[in-house]
Protein backbone atom coordinates (compact mmCIF):
# COMPACT_ATOMS: atom_id res chain seq x y z
CA UNK A 1 0.00 0.00 0.00
CA UNK A 2 1.56 3.78 -0.86
CA UNK A 3 1.94 5.87 1.13
CA UNK A 4 -0.62 8.30 -0.53
CA UNK A 5 -3.66 5.57 -0.40
CA UNK A 6 -3.01 5.00 3.15
CA UNK A 7 -3.39 8.59 4.15
CA UNK A 8 -6.35 8.23 2.09
CA UNK A 9 -8.07 5.62 4.43
CA UNK A 10 -10.18 5.77 7.33
CA UNK A 11 -7.86 3.75 10.67
CA UNK A 12 -9.09 2.30 13.72
CA UNK A 13 -6.69 3.42 16.41
CA UNK A 14 -5.86 2.70 20.13
CA UNK A 15 -6.87 5.81 22.14
CA UNK A 16 -4.17 8.22 21.89
CA UNK A 17 -4.41 9.07 25.60
CA UNK A 18 -0.81 7.61 26.87
CA UNK A 19 1.90 5.79 26.92
CA UNK A 20 0.34 3.04 26.39
CA UNK A 21 -1.11 3.86 22.83
CA UNK A 22 0.89 1.24 20.17
CA UNK A 23 -0.08 3.76 17.22
CA UNK A 24 0.25 7.20 19.64
CA UNK A 25 3.67 7.94 17.54
CA UNK A 26 1.73 8.00 14.28
CA UNK A 27 -1.13 9.84 14.82
CA UNK A 28 0.14 12.46 17.63
CA UNK A 29 0.89 14.73 14.88
CA UNK A 30 -1.85 17.43 13.91
CA UNK A 31 -2.07 15.56 10.18
CA UNK A 32 -2.58 12.24 11.65
CA UNK A 33 -5.91 13.07 13.38
CA UNK A 34 -8.19 13.49 10.81
CA UNK A 35 -7.31 9.97 9.64
CA UNK A 36 -8.81 8.43 12.63
CA UNK A 37 -12.18 6.76 12.44
CA UNK A 38 -12.29 4.83 15.66
CA UNK A 39 -10.85 4.78 18.81
CA UNK A 40 -10.57 1.69 20.55
CA UNK A 41 -9.33 0.69 24.26
CA UNK A 42 -7.03 -1.71 23.25
CA UNK A 43 -5.64 -3.70 20.08
CA UNK A 44 -7.95 -6.63 20.22
CA UNK A 45 -11.06 -4.47 19.63
CA UNK A 46 -9.48 -2.14 16.64
CA UNK A 47 -8.25 -5.45 14.92
CA UNK A 48 -12.49 -6.43 15.28
CA UNK A 49 -13.72 -3.17 14.06
CA UNK A 50 -10.74 -3.34 10.99
CA UNK A 51 -12.35 -7.12 10.02
CA UNK A 52 -15.54 -5.82 10.14
CA UNK A 53 -15.13 -2.38 8.22
CA UNK A 54 -12.88 -0.72 5.43
CA UNK A 55 -10.73 1.03 8.07
CA UNK A 56 -7.23 0.06 8.64
CA UNK A 57 -5.30 0.14 11.80
CA UNK A 58 -1.35 -0.17 12.51
CA UNK A 59 -1.21 -3.55 14.85
CA UNK A 60 2.41 -5.23 15.62
CA UNK A 61 3.17 -7.61 12.68
CA UNK A 62 2.60 -10.43 15.58
CA UNK A 63 -0.34 -9.90 16.60
CA UNK A 64 -1.91 -9.39 13.06
CA UNK A 65 -0.72 -12.91 11.94
CA UNK A 66 -2.14 -14.54 15.16
CA UNK A 67 -5.48 -13.53 14.34
CA UNK A 68 -5.08 -12.82 10.64
CA UNK A 69 -7.02 -16.38 10.06
CA UNK A 70 -9.82 -16.04 12.75
CA UNK A 71 -10.53 -11.99 11.76
CA UNK A 72 -10.07 -12.27 8.29
CA UNK A 73 -7.58 -9.85 8.22
CA UNK A 74 -5.35 -8.56 5.10
CA UNK A 75 -1.85 -7.76 6.42
CA UNK A 76 -0.39 -5.21 4.32
CA UNK A 77 3.75 -4.16 4.78
CA UNK A 78 4.20 -1.01 4.76
CA UNK A 79 7.54 -0.87 3.74
CA UNK A 80 7.87 3.22 4.01
CA UNK A 81 7.29 3.68 7.20
CA UNK A 82 8.98 4.18 9.98
CA UNK A 83 9.17 1.33 12.39
CA UNK A 84 10.57 2.39 15.63
CA UNK A 85 8.50 2.70 18.47
CA UNK A 86 10.13 3.32 22.52
CA UNK A 87 10.22 0.85 24.59
CA UNK A 88 10.58 0.84 28.09
CA UNK A 89 11.40 -2.04 31.05
CA UNK A 90 10.50 -1.26 34.17
CA UNK A 91 10.44 -3.14 37.44
CA UNK A 92 10.19 -2.14 41.32
CA UNK A 93 13.31 -0.86 43.10
CA UNK A 94 13.36 -4.19 45.38
CA UNK A 95 13.81 -6.16 42.07
CA UNK A 96 17.11 -4.35 41.19
CA UNK A 97 19.61 -6.59 42.04
CA UNK A 98 17.61 -9.87 40.39
CA UNK A 99 19.81 -11.43 38.33
CA UNK A 100 17.01 -12.15 35.57
CA UNK A 101 16.21 -8.17 35.55
CA UNK A 102 20.46 -7.45 35.56
CA UNK A 103 20.55 -9.84 32.28
CA UNK A 104 17.46 -8.08 30.62
CA UNK A 105 19.05 -4.33 31.45
CA UNK A 106 22.76 -5.91 30.34
CA UNK A 107 20.93 -7.28 26.95
CA UNK A 108 18.87 -3.86 26.55
CA UNK A 109 22.29 -1.72 26.94
CA UNK A 110 23.83 -3.79 24.39
CA UNK A 111 21.02 -3.74 22.00
CA UNK A 112 20.83 -0.11 22.15
CA UNK A 113 24.77 0.35 21.08
CA UNK A 114 24.23 -1.67 17.87
Known amino acids: MSDEKYLNEQHAVVMNGGYYSFSLPYYDAPAGKPLIGYQ ?17 ALV ?22 NNQLPCYLTWHESASK ?5 WMKSLLEQAETL
Do not use: E, F, Q, Y
Open 98 to 102: DKGNM
Open 40 to 56: GTDLNSVMNIVSRTHMV
Open 60 to 81: PRWLAKTHAGTLNLNIIPLPWM
